[in-house]
């Protein structure tokens, strides 16, 4: 793999680089960096919540995001594809999951919440940047016209993965993910 290149997409992908998306939408060969992106934004929540959690925090809050960003990525996918489809939308789950994993790009600078009284703020800014560069990931993947039908498929997948996260956790007894830091690190 060659990590210059993966690091170059993973700027694009940050700064909302069009381009970037449709790059990786129309390369097969990109699914494996796509999800070296997802594993390593999830680490970088997990390693940023560290002060929340300690150890135990970093591999909770790390599965956590991981488990969660294929929960939204499944739900993201066939919400985009089968319940709200413009007429020219033909996709398949690689070219969304290659997209999305990029956009998980701004969730590395969840790794600076390490640092006492950043983790909030950090969390907050990079899942709305990361919300951002979902829309326009599902926007290019799933070849919409409209930014607002991006939106609402991202939204709409977000909740109820949020539900699902939520009632895991009640129903593990784990407690509120916002005791150990989940629920705000995850970002997805």
């Not at 997802?38 to 959690?53: E, F, K, N, T």
């Not at 607002?148 to 993965?161: D, E």
């Amino acid at each position: 793999m060659d990590f210059n290149l993966l690091w170059s997409r993973m700027l694009r992908a940050a700064r909302l680089d069009v381009h970037l998306y449709e790059e990786v939408e129309a390369d097969p060969d990109t699914l494996g960096p796509a999800g070296l992106v997802v594993v390593l934004s999830s680490l970088a929540a997990g390693i940023g919540g560290l002060s929340q959690g300690g150890l135990a925090g970093l591999l909770g809050i790390t599965i956590a995001a991981l488990i969660s960003w294929g929960v939204w990525a499944y739900l993201t996918y066939y919400i985009g594809t089968r319940l709200l489809p413009e007429p020219q939308t033909k996709s398949d789950p690689g070219e969304l999951l290659r997209t999305i994993g990029f956009a998980s790009s701004p969730g590395l600078i969840r790794i600076f919440g390490i640092i006492p009284g950043l983790a909030a703020i950090l969390n907050l800014v990079a899942g709305i940047w990361m919300l951002v560069a979902m829309v326009i990931a599902v926007r290019q993947a799933l070849d919409y016209q409209s930014t607002w039908r991006a939106v609402g498929v991202c939204l709409i997948g977000w909740i109820i993965q949020t539900i699902l996260l939520f009632l895991v956790f009640w129903v593990f007894g784990i407690g509120a993910p916002t005791e150990t830091g989940a629920a705000a690190s995850l970002g997805y």
